[in-house]
C-alpha cells in the first residue's frame, strides 16, 4: 500500500512523538504535555494499525529499538494519576 519512504517517514514521525513524550515524561509523569504528547502517540499507534494493518506491530517495534526507549499506555490516566485504566497488549509500561 505505501513504499519504503512513507514508511520510513512514519517510522521517523513516530521516534519524534516517543521522544518527545518521555522528554516531558521525565519533567511531569501526568503533567498536561505529557498527556498531549502520550495521546498524540496513542493516535499514531492507532493510525499505524489502520494503515499498515499487518505491519503494524513491526513498525512499532521499529521506533521502539530506534528510539531505545518504551511504549506508553493508551489508555487514560487514573483520577489518582498512578497508572492507566484497561490494557494495552502494545505498551511497554
Known sequence: MFGPQATTRFIDHGAFLLRTFHREYEKDPTGRETEFWRGNLACWRGLAYDLFRDKADEIVSRVRLATNLPIPHRGPLSEDGT??????SGADF
Do not use: A, K, S, V
Open 83 to 88: 497508572g492507566y485504566f484497561g490494557w494495552d
